[in-house]
């Protein structure tokens, strides 16, 4: 079971960000509200989305920009909460997401009685992003082969695979899980659930790729495909 070979290779690619500061500062969160509001998709994304790829070796206790900027700087631990739980990957597109930011936003602004305001100095300035793509030169045929890709290659390419594709390029089930499923070879579609099952769990890059190549171990060593929970 686990020696099949897929008819199309997986080819890795990662990627880098090329930021652009927009010139756009808050330093209250009526001023937060109102520049998501009118922010380019590309700055909501990189606030939220592309947080994982900057910090793709830890698990923020607030992962995404907008959350992190509220507790240290505005200090405003209950807003902070509320927008730390935001899940970027649970939204089919940007706009969703900022809608979602900007309910959380506007509900808590119309309980406080002051307009919190930044108590460090320190603005939120919006910046966007430009992903640029990578070609690794690395092939999978086989799991085991993509087992070995994945557990060295560098951690771009997991955030490319598994979220930039997802969102930004319309992959819904994300580049690992896609060439899972597909009837050409591997078609395992129980891991390629579990796969997609990731990146709902708020887990850094470093944690989702510890867990894909334990799902791979797992269906390697029973020579089935892992149960989708697994």
């Known amino acids: 079971m686990t020696d099949r070979r897929a008819q199309q290779p997986f080819r890795f690619v990662s990627c880098m960000e090329l930021r652009e500061v927009l010139g756009k500062r808050a330093m209250d ?12 998709a590309d700055s909501i994304y990189y606030h939220t ?9 830890r698990q923020g206790l607030f992962p995404n920009d907008f959350a992190t900027w509220v507790a240290l700087h505005v ?21 969703q997401l900022r809608g979602e930011i900007l309910t959380i936003l506007g509900e808590h602004l119309g309980r406080v009685k002051l ?24 092939e999978a045929r086989t799991l085991g082969e993509f087992r070995a890709a994945i ?13 930039d594709a997802r969102l930004r ?5 994300g580049d690992f899980a896609q060439w899972f499923a597909a009837d050409d070879g591997l078609a395992w579609p129980e891991l390629a659930h579990a796969v997609v099952k990731l990146a709902h769990r708020g887990l850094s ?16 060593q ?9």
Do not use: K, N
Not at 151 to 163: K, S
Not at 222 to 230: D, I, L, N, R, S
């Open 75 to 95: 200090q405003d631990r209950v807003l902070a909460e509320q927008l730390g739980v935001v899940d970027p990957f649970a939204f089919d597109d940007i706009e």
């Open 169 to 173: 390029q319309g992959r819904v089930s």
């Open 29 to 40: 969160e009526q001023r937060l509200l109102e520049i998501v509001e009118e922010a380019p």
């Open 151 to 163: 557990a060295g290659v560098e951690v771009g390419a997991v955030y490319y695979h598994l979220c």
């Open 115 to 138: 307009i919190p305001r930044c108590s460090t100095g320190e603005p939120f300035e919006f910046v966007r992003s430009h992903i640029i793509e990578a070609d690794l030169q690395l």
């Open 222 to 230: 029973a020579g089935v495909p892992p149960a989708a929970g697994g």
């Open 49 to 57: 989305h592309s947080y994982y790829l900057r910090h793709s070796y």
């Open 205 to 220: 890059l470093e944690a989702m790729r510890e867990r894909i190549v334990g799902l791979c171990d797992q269906a390697l």
